[in-house]
């Protein structure tokens, strides 16, 4: 009875110590089981991302799908152009791309894709292969610009387009200056994104590009060396070393990428730039480091009727990235319809 009593005086004594460890239970209890709940909450959704993540790589097979737009052929000169259709709004924006395209890679590849459908949301957007590149027919050696430009023509022809906004990328830049020229009275506005009106370096063109960096880009075509120029902000989770690989492989050969990096440069269409007449947007990338947006500053000084917008971005050709290069062609269609 003695050390009952005992034991009594002492944990009344200490009733202060047995009460926190009691409320320390208590808590680490209350822990356990918001540490339950929450993995038995959270863990499947982060799984479910993770699949998402999964489901969007880009992958070769995905690439090489066929188009979700059905592809039609234009006819000049002999020879099959390939082009789709995108949206049917009223206007219609006719695109003429870089200098390499695939109508099939082109509705895979995020930056193209999302691109196109960004400007379908506002526009009739036809896209199409220029002679020797991707569905439309292939040609013997080099072409000039003066056979080139024609593509456009004849795709308008065949689209049902008469009177049409003219959208020309990187390469494609000089063909749609030129077509402009030559067809005035079909163009509502000419829309030029990362071009030049020339680009290989020269005496009298002291900021162009230099012929070594083209023929790098040629000689290194299907290395996948081109990946930090053309798509740098790309992550390797979204596309990874060898698809990118297989991408510049889908898209040229080697001997085709040094025969265009051949034509590109001839191109200078800086005489007739003066004699554009129709209205113009000039939109660059300002960290573009496959055309410099000085070139594209350039281009837009010697335009008579032009405004020029310099966008914040890296990425050669990827419109959906700027919300507000969208945005500024959707209010010049809308000006100048």
């Not at 709004?89 to 960004?118: K, Q, Y």
């Not at 690989?245 to 800086?270: C, F, H, I, N, P």
Request: with cysteine; aromatic share 8%.
């Amino acid at each position: 009875m003695e050390t009952i009593s005992v034991l009594s005086a002492w944990i009344s004594e200490n009733e202060s110590v047995f009460s926190g460890m009691a409320a320390l239970l208590v808590l680490s209890g209350f822990i356990f089981t918001a540490l339950r709940y929450f993995r038995q909450s959270f863990a499947p959704k982060i799984s479910k991302k993770s699949e998402v993540i999964e489901s969007e790589k880009i992958t070769l097979q995905k690439l090489s799908s066929p188009s979700p737009h059905p592809i039609q052929f234009a006819s000049v000169d002999g020879l099959r152009i390939a082009f789709n259709t995108i949206g049917s709004a009223e206007e219609t924006l006719i695109v003429c791309p870089g200098i390499v395209s695939n109508l099939h890679v082109a509705a895979h590849l995020p930056a193209i894709r999302d691109s196109m459908n960004a400007l379908a949301e506002f526009s009739r957007v036809v896209c199409f292969d220029k002679r020797g590149q991707g569905l439309s027919d292939t040609v013997l050696g080099t072409t000039e610009l003066e056979e080139r430009y024609k593509d456009i023509g004849a795709v308008a022809e065949a689209s049902g387009s008469e009177k049409f906004f003219l959208m020309g990328i990187s390469e494609g830049g000089p063909m749609s200056i030129r077509y402009d020229i030559e067809s005035p009275e079909k163009i509502k506005g000419l829309i030029l994104f990362g071009t030049s009106a020339k680009f290989v370096q020269s005496e009298d063109f002291q900021i162009g590009i230099s012929e070594k960096g083209l023929d790098v880009l040629a000689e290194s075509w299907g290395s996948g060396r081109a990946r930090s120029t053309f798509f740098p902000s790309m992550s390797r989770n979204e596309m990874d070393d060898d698809v990118y690989k297989g991408l510049e492989r889908l898209l040229a050969e080697r001997d085709s990428m040094r025969q265009l990096v051949g034509y590109m440069k001839t191109l200078d269409v800086r005489e007739i730039v003066p004699n554009v007449s129709c209205p113009c947007l000039v939109i660059h990338f300002s960290g573009d480091m496959a055309i410099p947006v000085r070139l594209g500053r350039a281009l837009a000084e010697n335009l008579p009727n032009c405004e020029f917008l310099e966008v914040a971005g890296i990425d050669h050709s990827d419109l959906a990235k700027s919300p507000e290069a969208i945005k500024a062609i959707h209010e010049f269609m809308i000006s100048n319809s």
